[in-house]
């Protein structure tokens, strides 16, 4: 058992976590903070959590922390970056949900998140934590960053064909679609119901952070710089992303080769599910598993459109954190993630 | 491990019971079967099971079901009691999840159901699977009538209060909502989305089949007959009932008394959770666990308010098929069923 | 043409009353204030406006407001209180949509608001301006209290069995649904989709400020004081009220009988319709709409059961408050409130 | 005022004319048909047009609809065809909201409905009513082709750009999105509530019926063919579309220059509404009205992305109908259609 804490316990980041953790069998959830909260049962804010979990939100207290095994940060970004050097400092092992270590380059950190990185030095320490495409690298880690919600679903949607170079980096576009849950557990009149139910729009269109990010990450997969058009839309449902992805083929396939490129690339995957050819994967399909389903699509030949979609709370958020901590600490990486999707 | 079967697999108590049996450790769920989807992989209609059921439905075959240790049905009434009498005559245990063993009383079934009932024999032998109140009979029966899902729902909230003597029977009124899950896996115009969703309504409040089964079970708790006003109304949601329970007490009673009846009557049972005094739980702190929260008001002395929710598709139906089958083969109570709700 | 000011303009009465008056042929919406928003084009804030209304939002500016004919209030309790004396001194005739005015009796509105009330001289100038009960008041009030949304689908729900004498008021129970818009727009977790969404709870059960307005009403039309029990619940849609009433009739009534009742007291009415007996109205039937829909149900001899839907904003407030002008100024009073429910 | 019939009355496009045709100050709404309610009282299937729509279904007479001035058809393809060229002969203006008349190629027709066309010299006389693209050919029309829902958002957002020439052909792609109500009013299990709630996903990827539509009209714009990537998903939501149109600029613009091709191409368009640079309107703004809202972006030179939200049942359907009537009985064009939107 190794005992885990984890800073910033209130938002749905942390809740998804807590409820992992929970249920995970080689894992005492020993500390979480709030500093909104502290002094409360975390099963009053939380009552699924009722009989499973008897934890009280504890202020930032760094000394407690200092004695975890791990330390989850699922805060707003500004707040790892100025409490995770002294942790690693101390050999206690780090994910960040958060968005402070993802963009390798301070430079651009501070362009996106209108802030200078206080943490810099840290950086070369940080390992993007998405397994299917940086494994190798998570088990000797000392700091992981949890990718954000859309740059999952996008990169596993195209990781195969850039990995393959196969795809014209000049046409990739990702339209994608978020339920409300991606935009946090935040008091704002534009996510209540009456607002956000029953309708949709995109938002950020001529530029949003996770941009950077997804593109930091697809031009390490296809050996060079590329550029993509993201168009995120916040969708009237509570979890899930789907991103359609379009790009055009550089040489022509037939549609049993680009279905075999999928099923090769992730072959050996077990959160990855490779759906036949030209289906159509709902994202109910995955609400509460950390599976990201995948399906191709070549309306007109060399169009590509692959369709992905995630739990953003889990694939897209704790459940990866809780992959990537079974990969720090030797578990079996699908221990405490082996959830059926709830359907319906 | 015991090999099971789903008769009529393609409804949502039979998609629910998959789903819980996929992950249940001493079970296999080995025979599913469909008339209509006879021959179809199982995860080609339920995608959530891909990767953990390979199941594919088969035609109604009696000579494969009599060679299970346990049949689930998940049919509509009037379906298991064709094939029940056979089955247990074969020794196979029955749970049925329809409504066909429910009713004690066969003329009442046929008033309700409108239909003859063509196995009234076999009335006696099936025992009413609510653990809560009737544990005592489940391990050794052969034929378990599982309820239905307001039953559930009203009967737990109810049953403190009724087994005390403590209600006027003359003022009980159940006003009940319900998820449209609850309504089937069916292609009817009045459950489409367009219709159902941003708007609710009433309906058999004149009279509703789970009216008689509620009333036969509560005047067994009260062990006098009672009447009830039962109004289920359908909400724009996908899982859970909320009953909202009014009676008022034949005595006086204090707040703390009152809630003392709650917490003494429910004290060691793994699957309700009473409440602080004047709570108000939600249906979604239930998603998908097959927990029974229960909150009690007094908000004028003498008048009780009882608020009760479930996941119709598992403590409502399910799930609780599972708890009883837990019961009947001597498995923990509580294997297989320990899910956190899934919030939000 | 009327000149019309608007205090409060950002919330959904507000914005729902803008809509509304806009459209009407009769009125000049002439001001709209809101100290957040001074100085933004109303349309901006609320694009359906776009290409129907040129208004900005003013500061609160009692001169200005002096100047319009008449002065509707969409405010939180406590701000009416300190404004509508002065205004009634200058002439102005003033609706109030929030709660000042609607409690006959200080001392209740000091108890159920948490504040002591500091116009209670103006409670005696003050209409309950629901005009299906008290019409007769309205065409010469200065200042009408319009009612809460809630209070407006129980008492009309209630006042043909109450004013006909045939209701035990010992029996009365409201069950009561509202969408989120009746929360207003407030930013509030608690209000977000993703914790409101596909889930719903009760609320206030053991008090809501609504009560003793409905028990002040309903205790009028009785003739005799009366009290309710009045249950809130929070549903996932954005509007509208079901309000499921219940009530033991005095002396037996034939269910002709009990419909007749309904159907003579609100023969001539334009707003109130009575469906055929034992119907099961939806609250999208009356979306967008100024319309109450009443059915009756009478499941067991003596047991009442009446269903009453509004679209909260609309007869539950802004639309009401259009009927209540209407009356004040002589227009006909279906005027501007002729708009069909949008279903789906 | 003129006498018009709707065949199919029973859809959601059906039930939509009827809504604004009952409102309309011009017209008379005669006869409704529908072979599976003849007999049934309108207003007992949508209860929202009570007290303001008298009629009952009748059959398919076309004695009875050759009396009308105009006929509406609200059918499925293949209906149409049967019954226009007869009432065309018959001096009877027709207004096909269905699929016969929108693809001037009856070869095109049958490879994508599935059926050949029965009245192909029908064909020519069909005008496609987009006004804002077509509007000089309709008044004179004798048929009119309504078209589809997404094909109105899509044409609508691309056509400044390909009006101007600006477009670079080959880079088109719209990802559409829509409310449920646009797989209309169908017992369907994938349109259950339960299925299409809280989830979204794609369907048509490879090809779907609106493409060739689309492709047709653009290519006229254009002045030369092009293909299109129409990808359309459906949303847990009832009405509303969102198209979000990708392209890339032929030449250099800066954003002033490009939000001016809209501004310019749409300024007196009355139910075309350019938002400012770089905004993101939401399917509610224009939730029951008439309007085309759209949006330009540029988030990185010489890709554009448009944004364009209509109601799908409005000017996707029923509305755009209205004002094709309006336009070929000369009266104002946006006669009947000033409905504000209905927010929230």
């Known amino acids: 058992m190794i005992r885990v804490g984890i800073v910033g316990g209130t938002g749905y980041t942390g809740m998804e976590l807590l409820r992992l953790l929970t249920a995970h069998p080689e894992v005492e959830p020993a500390l979480i903070t709030s500093r909104a909260e502290a002094g409360t049962r975390v099963d009053s804010l939380f009552p699924n959590l009722r009989g499973h979990c008897d934890l009280t939100f504890s202020g930032p ?20 970056m100025d409490m995770v050097p002294q942790l690693l400092a101390q050999g206690v092992r780090v994910i960040d949900l958060g968005a402070d270590f993802r963009l390798r380059d301070s430079a651009a950190f501070a362009q996106w998140y209108g802030m200078a990185h206080r943490a810099s030095d840290a950086l070369g320490d940080a390992v ?3 397994p299917e495409t940086t494994r ?21 949607g195209y990781a195969p064909l850039l990995a393959a170079g196969m795809l014209d980096p000049e ?16 008091a704002k009149v534009n996510l209540i119901l009456p607002e956000a139910a029953d309708s949709l729009h995109a938002y950020g269109v001529s530029g949003h952070r996770h941009r950077p990010e997804i593109e930091q990450e697809l031009s390490l997969l296809a050996g060079a710089p590329l550029t993509l058009q993201f168009t995120p839309h ?21 549609d049993a080769d680009l279905q075999a ?35 191709v699509h070549q309306p007109r030949p060399g169009q590509v459109v692959v369709l992905s979609v995630i739990d953003n ?31 319906p």
Chains 1, 2, 3, 4 share one sequence.
Do not use: W
């Open 261 to 295: 490129i999928f099923a090769e690339h992730y072959g050996r995957e077990p959160f990855v599910d490779i759906l036949p050819f030209a289906s159509h994967p709902a994202t109910r399909s995955v609400r509460g598993a950390n599976t990201c389903r995948i399906a």
């Open 61 to 80: 207290d760094e000394g407690a922390l200092a004695a975890m095994d791990l330390v989850f940060f699922a805060t707003p970004h500004g707040v790892a």
């Open 313 to 343: 709370l889990v694939k897209g958020a704790a459940g990866q954190a809780v992959q990537n901590m079974n990969l720090l600490f030797g578990f079996p990486e699908t221990l405490g993630l082996e959830q059926i999707a709830l359907m």
């Open 128 to 130: 993007y934590g998405l």
């Open 234 to 254: 916040l969708m009237p449902m509570i979890r899930g992303i789907h991103a359609t992805l379009y790009g055009r083929l550089r040489s022509a396939l037939s």
């Open 136 to 156: 190798a690298h998570i088990p000797g880690a000392r700091l992981v960053a949890n990718p954000g919600c859309y740059p999952t679903a996008v990169i596993l």
């Open 171 to 186: 046409t990739l576009i990702a339209d994608c679609k978020s339920g409300v849950s991606g935009a946090g557990r935040a």
